[in-house]
C-alpha cells in the first residue's frame, strides 16, 4: 500500500508542491517557511565549512529532487535515490530540463497548472538520480561527504536496517543529516521494528534516544533542532509536520 501511494499521480502532484510550490501554495497568514522544507534540510543543517573540495553527497530517499538540487550548490557530486519510480522519473526531468510541468488538486475534481522550476542558479549536471531501495542499497556506491535522509526512516519497513549502512557510507569527518516527525505506522514500517514511540519493560522508548543508541559508536551528534513542514492536500487541507532534524559527525 505505502508503495502504491508513493508511485500515485496524487503523491507525485503532492510532492512536487512540497517540493517546489511558491508562495500561493502557502497556508495563508501561517508559517512564511513552511513550503521551503526541502531547502531548509540543506541551508540550515549542513555545515557548509566542513566540506572538502569536490565533495559528493548522498540525498537517500530524495523524492522529486529539491534537496539533491540544494546540495549542489555546496557538493561537486550528488546522488538521489528513492523507492519510487515516478519520484525519480520527474527528478531526472527536472535534471535535465530545469522544469516540469503538472496539475494540482483545487478542489474536488479542480486542478490548477504549476510548474516545479530548479533555481537556475544551481549547476544541474552535478546532479544524478537513480531508483533503489534504502535498505537494501545496491553495492559500488563509494562513500560520501554527506548523506541526508530528510523523512526517511519512519517510511521504511526496517530502519535500524537501513541506519546499520551508514557507517560504511559516509568518509572520516562527513556529515549525516535525519529529519523525520516519527510517524511510526504499521502499513509502512512492522511495529516491531519502530525505533520508538512505544512502551518497553514499562518505558517509554522514544525514537531519538534509539538513534543515538545505533549511531554513537561511529558518530557525534552535532546539532539537534525542529524543522516544520506542511503537505499541501488541497486549497483547504493541509499536513502540518514538526520533522526533528538530527545532525552527526563520522567519526
Known amino acids: 500500500m505505502a508503495d502504491n501511494y508513493y508511485d500515485s499521480d496524487r503523491a507525485l502532484s503532492e510532492y512536487l508542491l512540497f517540493h517546489y510550490g511558491g508562495h500561493e501554495h502557502r497556508i495563508p497568514g501561517a508559517l512564511a517557511d513552511d513550503f521551503q522544507f526541502p531547502v531548509r534540510c540543506v541551508s540550515e543543517c549542513l555545515d557548509t565549512a566542513r566540506l572538502p573540495p569536490q ?72 546532479v544524478n538520480f537513480e531508483r533503489g531501495d534504502a535498505v537494501n542499497l545496491r553495492s559500488g556506491l563509494g562513500q560520501f561527504d554527506v548523506v541526508l535522509m530528510a523523512n526517511l526512516i519512519d517510511r521504511v519497513d526496517n530502519p535500524a536496517k537501513c541506519l546499520a549502512q551508514l557507517p560504511g557510507l559516509l568518509k572520516s569527518g562527513g556529515q549525516l543529516i535525519i529529519t523525520s ?50 503537505i499541501r492536500e488541497h486549497a483547504r487541507k493541509y499536513q502540518l509536520g514538526f520533522a526533528e532534524a538530527t545532525c552527526w559527525k563520522r567519526k
Open 55 to 126: 565533495a559528493r553527497a548522498l540525498d537517500l530517499g530524495c523524492a522529486v529532487g529539491r534537496s539533491s538540487f540544494e546540495l549542489a550548490r555546496h557538493c561537486a557530486q550528488v546522488l538521489g535515490i528513492d523507492f519510487s519510480a515516478s519520484f525519480v522519473s520527474v527528478a531526472t526531468h527536472l535534471r535535465d530540463n530545469g522544469s516540469f510541468s503538472f496539475i494540482y488538486i483545487e478542489e474536488g475534481e479542480l486542478t490548477r497548472p504549476h510548474r516545479a522550476v530548479v533555481p537556475p542558479d544551481i549547476d544541474r549536471k552535478r
Open 181 to 230: 516527525p516519527y510517524t511510526w505506522l504499521g502499513e509502512y514500517t512492522p511495529r516491531e521494528n519502530w525505533l520508538g514511540g512505544f512502551i518497553r519493560d514499562g518505558q517509554p522508548v522514544q525514537t531519538f534516544d534509539t538513534l543515538k543508541k545505533i549511531l554513537a559508536p561511529h558518530f557525534d551528534l552535532s546539532r539537534r533542532q525542529d524543522l516544520p513542514f506542511v
